[in-house]
């Protein structure tokens, strides 16, 4: 038996006790006469004791000789110890080692293994395996764990089956880039790994398995934008026989019992909003409801007053800064540059302070007189004391500014609490995007989106205004979820893949599988899945997903500590029918 107790569970009462811990040594001070070291493992960590006098010389020696992170196993007596400790579980008692065995010497970590280390981000990655003995790490582990058992007992306890999905299939169209993987056994032929497992879970469908979820794998080729990971992980989910309210309503149970059981936070029904007032209202389609702060349109109170910049614009709209009014000129002139720094990219912002008497004073007040102003400051909802800011252009642009002023402001007054949980069903999404690099219209979730009920003709003629039965769930200004009522009749599925200019051949070749299916009685069917990382890390309180996953990519999509990717040897690309042909 390697370990009577773990290094977290002795308490005053085991006093007396003969015990046998296994662990790390976290550390060990060592004043001569006596040597203590701290014992670590998953569970907590140990004070053990030497002493001169209690201690034979070589063991004595040994003890001192123990560098950090040495794994060693202990056998010894529990002793109170004479100076408490009340910040450690362990505190009140030490171990009297009476048998030391040292299990494997270490190295000197290349960063301490502390709560707080010394070790930057692409050390800890390269060494991962000792940045998970960090607690911060190795609770964020346990922490997605817990969520993703009780993600597992929910589903199960309400009746889903829980299915795999294979890998090495062929292209999903969620929009982005498919990783592919050669087939040696098929010549030139190529597998493409799932950016979900779209597809394959309306089969099941198909096949009867009225509920289906899987917490899987996901693959996407896409440019890293920050805390993006090319493989994540999905709760993924779909039933049949639904319409769009019961799905909304098991998911919400779900992430109900989640932030219950999780949390311990108890929310109200989720509240909903279409997308078309996400978009005016927060110019932004998951939008953080933790706080205020909404857009108010200004186009009728501040055009046609000779200020060309707004007159030429398509949209004009502002925010009310709670307490604005305080800023300085200068953090007013900050915060121009901010909003004008090529990430966010306005031309310029207007602003009016709220004065405490009543009155107003703005940035154009060559063209604005005080009732114009106190127009604005209906419209934004701005009382005394609050800044009014203002852009515009072009309505998307413009939104899309705004929205970033927002939640910057909003981060920087504390209006975005991590321990504050505001859920928010964003519905009615458009059937269709414009894309201009490719000037035509993509799906905006995926082809198998269906329409709402009689839009189906709008498609001809105003194919932008559509709208499907496609929903989100956002947590805090984050996306956790999406999904969609699906097409699942062929004609239907047919019409769509034309107006996504699939030929007839090309939509067969890529997707005849379902369209077959769809001809064996496919019943109505439709779903959704959460982003689980994403999800983990806003439930533990992080705005970072990297510490929610054991072995994480960098940005560059590589993982530094197993260095891949890697090129192949020759034999092998031999064996695959594949040459390279890289750029010079
Ligand atoms: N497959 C979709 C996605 O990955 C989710 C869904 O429609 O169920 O976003």
Redesign the pocket.
Known sequence: MYRSHNCGELRASHINTEVTLAGWVQKSRDKGFIVWVDLRDRYGITQLVFDEERTSKDMMKQAQDLGREFVIQVKGNVIERASKNPNMPTGDIEILVSELNILNEAQLPPFTIEDDTDGGEELRMKYRYLDIRRNPVKNSLIFRHKVTQEVRNYLSKEGFIEVETPYLIKSTP?GARDFVVPSRMNEGQFYALP??P?TFKQLLMVGGMDKYFQIVK?FRDEDLRADRQPEFT?I?C?MAFIEQEDILNAFEGLTRHLLKEVNGVEVEKFPRMLYDDAMRLYGNDKPDIRFGMEFGELNAVAQHKDFNVFNSAELVVGIAVPGGNTYTRKEIDKLIDWVKRPQVGALGMVYCRCNDDGTYKSSVDKFYDQDDLAKWAEVTGAKPGDLICVLSGATNKVRAQLSALRMELAERLGLRDPKTFAPLWVMDFPLLEWDEDTKRYHAM??PFTSPKPGQIELLKTDPGAVKANAYDLVLNGNEIG???IRIHDKETQALMFDYLGFTPEEAKAQFGFLMDAFQYGAPPHG???FGLDRLVAILGGQETIRDFIAFPKNNNGRDVMIDAPAPIDEEQLTELSLKLNLKP
């Open positions: 969620e950016q979900s779209q996901c999905q993924d779909e979730h995926h999406g999904g969609s779903g959704l899945a």
